[in-house]
Each structure stands twice: as structure tokens, then as C-alpha cells.
């Protein structure tokens, strides 16, 4: 009887010992994905920062060098420009036209896989160029983000008046 207690003792210690070893390894990964998810939250964060510091800087080829080749951009009141030519027309008109001041804010990222997506509102002025008239701007925007060997790249990105 006494053999059979301590072989159960000891069945029952090694069982507890792998459910144990599983949970901390489980647990290690959850960590792993959590980090991970941070990581690309981060870099898409840095991406968005990117593209206000090229609009603001008014460099169109900055600007169309953040989006992916096939990229979108659906500009409030204008057509959609669609692939890199169309983007970077698009944006040199505008800095033809305006100097931009705005600021980002970031409301949410969500990441999965190799697309994410974000949602900001920006704030700010612009001044047209021929008149020297400064305008506040108030926009609310949704980005569609790709990964494209290793980087975040803009893949579609929609704004329009927040008011």
C-alpha cells in the first residue's frame, strides 16, 4: 500500500510539474504575441508620424514614397487617385497650392497579420499659396496599412471634414 501511495505521489508531482512547465511556456507566448503586436502598433504609429512630417514639409515624393505601389488615396471632395503616378499628381497639386500645418492624432490601431488599419483625426491650418490666406482644417482619417517586405506601407487612406 505504501508503494502505491508514493508512485501515485510521484505521478501526480510529475503531471503537475508538465501542466506547469505548459502554462509557463503558454504564458511566454502570449508575452511573445503581446510584444509583437506592440512592435507593428509601434511602427505603424512612426509610419502615420512619417506622413504628417511629409505633408507638412509639402514633399510630394516623401508623401508617395509611404504608400504601397498600387496604393489609394481618397481625398475628401476630389477624385481617388489610384497607383503611385496618380498619388504623387495628387499631392504635388496640392502642395502647388497649399502649405500644411497639421497635427495628428491617433484613435486607434489595430494590427493583423501583414494589413492594419488606423483611425486619427488631424488639426491644424493651411494657407493657400496664392492668396496667402490661412485656413483652419479639422479632418478625421482612416488608413489601410500593408507590409511590403518588412515595411508598413499606407495602402489606402480616406479623409474628410471632421465637422
Not at 508531482?13 to 505548459?22: D, K, N, T, V, W
Not at 511566454?28 to 509610419?47: F, I, N, P
Not at 489609394?72 to 496618380?86: F, I, K, N, R, Y
Amino acid at each position: 500500500m505504501k508503494r502505491v501511495l508514493i508512485t501515485t505521489a510521484i505521478i501526480i508531482s510529475i503531471f503537475a510539474f508538465q501542466l506547469e512547465a505548459r502554462s509557463q511556456s503558454n504564458t511566454s507566448k502570449g508575452r511573445k504575441v503581446e510584444t509583437t503586436v506592440a512592435t507593428e502598433k509601434a511602427a505603424v504609429e512612426k509610419l502615420i508620424f512619417a506622413y504628417r512630417d511629409a505633408l507638412n514639409a509639402s514633399d510630394a515624393n516623401k508623401v508617395t514614397a509611404l504608400y504601397t505601389k498600387d496604393g489609394v488615396l481618397m481625398a475628401s471632395a476630389a477624385p481617388t487617385a489610384e497607383g503611385a503616378d496618380q498619388v504623387r499628381g495628387t499631392y504635388q497639386y496640392v502642395f502647388d497650392n497649399f502649405n500644411y500645418d497639421l497635427q495628428f492624432n491617433i484613435l486607434e490601431i489595430e494590427v493583423s497579420g501583414n494589413t492594419a488599419y488606423a483611425r486619427s483625426t488631424s488639426k491644424g491650418s493651411f494657407v493657400i499659396k496664392g492668396s496667402g490666406q490661412t485656413v483652419a482644417d479639422e479632418n478625421r482619417e482612416l488608413f489601410v496599412f500593408e507590409k511590403v517586405n518588412g515595411q508598413w506601407k499606407i495602402a489606402r487612406y480616406m479623409y474628410n471634414k471632421a465637422k
